[in-house]
Every structure is written in structure tokens, then in C-alpha cells.
């Protein structure tokens, strides 16, 4: 029994056949899946898909990739859908100093703005961070209060460390399963296993046996056997333990 803390199964990519890649993925033991919106304007479509489908849990947020879409008032429309009590999280937000045009001071506005939130509300956060881990932390640490994961993890075993500290976890996808991903590898091989999330950040992101083809939460088996190898233990092992962390995360029943 599976938790994908990460899946954006409400992106075009899965308008087709939605239905039936959600079968597969409990054909494969995934029993829930954590949904980040990542504008505004799709608020109420995932929503409506939490409330069809009830191993789908939502999370409404303003990601910093989409910048361009975003508009103050969407904060007020932010605070309305998680004063409705339907979010499991705040996110998916953060920072992206990697992709060249994302005016840094208004991505500081927005992600400030949910972490606020999030305190308020007494949500986890889904946090996105690329080139920006050193700032997340220090913003984290700055504002108090907080919790959640930081997808995709990607960052070094100091800041790793860092956020365990902080009370975040670290949330391990498609790319532990490449041998040249090394750093990685080794951060998951040891890390405390309270602190460790499963994710397939499907469409994006699939795993070395299914490179090139649109990912999906079915193959978060692949992802939870490379963990288990690399930490020597049982998939069984690494199932409950992960599970267990995203239920207790998230409050899921």
C-alpha cells in the first residue's frame, strides 16, 4: 500500500484516460494520491476531482514556474478554497531560481504569502525548489511554524539535514532510480526514514525504466523498490514506513 505524495493527475496530460490510469495505479498498490494545483484557474477542477475520486487528496497552491498567471487577488482565492477545509495542503509553492525569466522578488511574494498561510491554516506545505534551497531554509526557518515536504528533493546532505530539523521531509521520486544520481542515492540510503515521502511528480519525471514516456502513479512501485534496495530492507518495509509518514503528514484517514 502505496502513497504517491506527489502526482499532478489533474494536468491535461491524463484528460484522455484519467479513469484508467488512476485503475492502474491501484492495480498497483497506490492507494492515495496527494494532488499540488499549481494556478488558480485550475482550484476548482482539482477540487471537483477530489471530491469524484476519493483516494485523490487536493492541494491548492501558487507555483513559482507559472508566475506569469499569477495575481494578487489569487491569494484571497487561495484562502477561500482552504477556509472550505477541503485542502490536505498548502502548495504546491516555493522558489525557482533555475528557469531564466522568474522575477525573483515577485516569486518571494507569493511563496511568503502561502507559508503565512499555511501557519494559519495549520497545513503542511508542498514545497517546489530549484537553485533555491539555501533561501527556503532560511525563509522557513525565519517565518516558524512550519511543516511539509520538499519535493523532488534534490539539494545536498547538509541541507537535508537542515530540513529534518525543521520538521520537513524529502520527497523521493523517479530520479533516485538512476545510477548517475548518485548524491541522491546516498542522502536516501541513510536518511532517517520518518522524514521520507514517495512521489512520481507524474506526468513529469519518470524513472529510468520509463524514460521518455509520460509518467504516472503506477510506477511509484519502481520508485519505493529502488529505496528499499538501496537501503537494504524490504518493499514492504518501505511501503508501510513512507505511508505512514504521508497519513500522519497530510491527516489522511
Known amino acids: 500500500m502505496l502513497i504517491d505524495s506527489h502526482c499532478h493527475l489533474d494536468a491535461p496530460e491524463f ?5 484508467a490510469v488512476l485503475a492502474r495505479a491501484r492495480m498497483n498498490g497506490v492507494t ?36 506569469a498567471e499569477h ?78 515536504v520538499l519535493h523532488s528533493y534534490s539539494g545536498s546532505a547538509e541541507q537535508a539535514t537542515q530540513l529534518w530539523k525543521l520538521g520537513f521531509s524529502l520527497g523521493i521520486g523517479g530520479p533516485v532510480t538512476y545510477e548517475r544520481a548518485q548524491r541522491l542515492r546516498r542522502i536516501v540510503a541513510s536518511m532517517p526514514i520518518e522524514f521520507l515521502l514517495l512521489e512520481t511528480d507524474a506526468p513529469d519525471q519518470p524513472d529510468q525504466f520509463h524514460r521518455g514516456q509520460r509518467n504516472e502513479p503506477a510506477n511509484l512501485t519502481t520508485v519505493a ?18 505511508s505512514g509518514n504521508a497519513r500522519r503528514l497530510f491527516a489522511l484517514p
Do not use: W
Request: charged letters at 20%; hydrophobic letters at 45%.
Open 15 to 19: 484528460a484522455v484516460d484519467r479513469s
Open 71 to 148: 495575481r494578487p487577488e489569487h491569494l484571497l482565492h487561495l484562502r477561500s478554497y482552504l477556509e472550505s477545509g477541503a485542502a490536505v495542503a498548502v502548495g504546491e509553492c516555493g522558489l525557482d531560481f533555475f528557469v531564466d525569466g522568474l522575477d525573483p522578488t515577485q516569486q518571494r511574494y507569493y511563496f511568503h504569502a502561502q507559508l503565512k498561510m499555511a501557519r494559519e491554516f495549520n497545513l503542511p506545505l508542498v514545497l517546489h525548489g530549484r537553485r533555491a534551497v539555501d533561501e527556503l531554509i532560511f525563509t522557513l526557518r525565519q517565518i516558524g511554524g512550519l511543516r511539509g
Open 32 to 67: 492515495a494520491q496527494i494532488v499540488p494545483a499549481v494556478t488558480a484557474s485550475g482550484f476548482a477542477a482539482l477540487a471537483q476531482l477530489a471530491r469524484d475520486e476519493t483516494d485523490v487528496y487536493p492541494a491548492f497552491g501558487l507555483h513559482p514556474m507559472f508566475l
Open 225 to 242: 523498490q529502488t529505496v528499499a534496495d538501496l537501503r537494504g530492507v524490504s518493499l514492504d518495509e518501505i511501503a508501510l514506513a513512507s
